[in-house]
Every structure is written in structure tokens, then in C-alpha cells.
């Protein structure tokens, strides 16, 4: 795609994902200050600077008609370099971080996915709700080929466990520890992340034979994510922006933990669901003790379960990335 390209920060995972859709990738030096130490702090302002000064010739050769933003420290450099192009900022998560806050002063406008976020940005900027945009890849999986292509029976419920693109070790960890007990009353399917991949294989090999017919782990999932939200009666995850849109599309009830290490916007995102009947919410200290009776107990509630799905299908936003192809079509074509 000769129209688009995607500009991301040096060794950001992101670069396989965007190059296997067929969009150009480029790079810049970029680095966060919020929160950051005294001690890292000159290094990160130094790295800003150098990616704006790459942000400009990168800039220079495209010449964009629009800029796009969906937050992040790697957009702040960009957006300082591209003052006079006209840009969108896409807030993914409720809450918006100090990153976004920034890049809302310089974009013509803010796409949301609430109308919750419209207080947090100034009332002389353009608001529009728009909902969370999903690959339209993930909603073609029919339950049947969900159930084929993961290997799953169609006669127990499925739990679905992941902490997000890179895993979560307290997830994790917890998991594994009630790993027999669950697999006793259900399957699951089990994204935990490549750095913890090792000791999930490990708990896989001294399972019983039946538990490990009831077990998929995988360190990652592209294509068949869409398969295992299909095939999924619950979800224990993270609260990132994707349970926002993915979730809903899905009408999967959740048992949320929201990362406990960062800014709030995980807890700001699973107590919006939780407080619409969505979602249910875990703290992470408290998961170690309360992984195994939070999720026999809902599992075991299927009126329940399909309460909170019914009320997560509500949240949903089926033409959200329409929305925000209109956003940015309209703003190309007058630059305001």
C-alpha cells in the first residue's frame, strides 16, 4: 500500500504485523518521559529529538495528506515534526495518557470509543465517538470451524487466558498454579506470551493424558485469535484498549485484572465494563487465591454469564473503523 505508511519506534514489535498486512514500516528513535527516573530522563529527552528530527525526513519524502495517531511516545515526535499536516488522534483506551493529552493539541480531531472520553479533552476541540475498531478478520469465524481449527470439543465450556500481546506473568503464573483443578471442569485456551513460554510448556508436560486433551497453549496467536474469542464461554485477561472493541464484537463475558505496574488506564478501562455488567474485576494481588473460585463459580453460572454477555454486546461498535475512515477521508479533502 503505496498510500500508507506506518511509523513506529525502533525494535517495536509491531513492525511483522504491519509489513504482513502490506504497509510500509518505518522507524524512529523514540522514548517515554512519564514516570520516567531522573536518571533516564536526559536519555529519553535526547532520543524525542532525534526521532523528530528522523520524523521530519521521513516526512519529507512521503509528504502525507493526514496524519493518524493511536497514541503512544513514538507519535509525540512525529506530531512535533508534522506540525502544518492535518491529523486525527484515535484514543483507544477511556482515559486518555499524558502522551495523547499532548497530541490533542495538535490534532484537527479526536476520534473516541465512550462518550466518557469527551471530558477529558478541551471543549474547543472537535470530538467525534466513533467505538473500537476490530480486524474484520476476527468476526468471520463461524463456532465450528473455531472448534476445528483449535482442537476443541464442543461439549465442555472454554476459558480463554491471555495477558495481551506480550503476556502476563502474574496470569500466567496463576493459572499454572490451579492448572489441574480448572482443566478438571473445562478447557482452555492459554495465550501466554513468549517470555514465560518456557514454564508454560513445562506445566503442559506433567499433566495427565485427559488434561492435556482439554489444554491449548500457545506463546502467541495471529489469524486464529478471532477463533479462539469465537469458541471462548469466558475470558480472563488484561484490561488493554483491545478488550474495549474485541470483547464486545464477541459478546464475551471477562474476568478482568488490570496491570497493576502503569498507568491506570487498565483499571479505568475494567471498571467502565464492569460497571455496565460486562465484567467482572480482579485486582492482581488478589488473583493468586481467587483465580480458581472466580472462575468455577461462573462457569458454573451460565444465566450469569449470558447476563454479562448480553450487556458486553451493547458496548459493541460493528462499523467503528468506517467511522474513522470517514474522519480521515474528510479531513483530506479540506484540511479541517
Do not use: C
Amino acid at each position: 500500500m503505496d498510500d500508507l505508511l506506518w511509523v513506529g519506534g525502533e525494535g517495536g514489535m509491531e513492525k511483522e504485523l504491519v509489513e504482513r498486512a502490506g504497509v510500509a514500516y518505518a522507524d524512529i528513535p523514540a522514548a517515554g518521559v512519564h514516570g520516567v527516573g531522573l536518571r533516564s530522563l536526559p536519555g529519553n529527552i535526547a532520543q524525542i529529538f532525534k526521532g523528530v528530527g528522523r520524523a521530519r525526513a521521513l516526512l519529507r519524502d512521503f509528504r502525507p495528506d493526514v496524519m493518524f495517531f493511536t497514541g503512544g511516545y513514538v507519535a509525540v515526535p512525529v506530531a512535533l515534526a508534522g506540525l502544518t499536516i492535518p491529523s486525527v488522534l484515535f484514543v483507544p483506551d477511556i482515559e486518555p495518557g499524558l502522551a495523547l493529552k499532548t497530541l490533542a493539541f495538535f490534532a484537527n480531531e479526536i476520534a473516541v470509543i465512550t462518550e466518557t472520553s469527551h471530558a477529558f479533552f478541551s471543549s474547543r476541540k472537535r470530538v467525534t465517538l466513533t467505538g473500537y475498531p476490530v480486524r474484520a478478520e476476527l468476526g468471520s469465524w463461524t463456532r465450528e470451524d473455531a472448534l476445528q481449527a483449535l482442537d476443541l470439543r464442543d461439549d465442555l465450556p472454554v476459558l480463554l487466558v491471555f495477558g495481551g500481546s506480550k503476556g502476563a506473568r502474574s496470569l500466567n503464573r496463576a493459572l499454572l498454579a490451579r492448572l489441574p483443578d480448572l482443566l478438571a471442569e473445562m478447557q482452555i485456551v492459554h495465550i501466554s506470551g513468549h517470555l514465560d513460554w518456557p514454564q508454560v510448556q513445562a506445566a503442559q508436560d506433567v499433566l495427565l493424558t485427559e488434561q492435556k486433551e482439554r489444554y491449548r497453549p500457545f506463546p502467541y496467536l495471529h489469524r486464529e485469535m478471532g477463533a479462539a474469542l469465537r469458541v471462548a464461554d469466558l475470558a480472563l485477561s488484561r484490561a488493554g484498549a483491545s478488550v474495549l472493541g474485541e470483547f464486545p464484537l464477541f459478546e464475551l463475558s471477562a474476568i478482568l485484572v488490570p496491570y497493576p505496574y502503569a498507568w491506570r488506564y487498565q483499571r479505568v478501562n475494567a471498571q467502565y465494563l464492569a460497571e455496565r455488567g460486562a465484567a467482572v474485576v480482579v485486582r492482581d494481588e488478589e488473583l493468586p487465591e481467587r483465580i480458581f473460585p472466580f472462575v468455577r463459580d461462573l462457569m458454573g453460572d451460565p444465566a450469569r454469564r449470558q447476563r454479562m454477555s448480553e450487556a458486553m454486546q451493547g458496548l459493541a461498535s460493528p462499523r467503528a473503523a468506517q467511522k474513522i475512515a470517514r474522519i480521515l477521508v474528510r479531513i483530506k479533502q479540506t484540511g479541517a
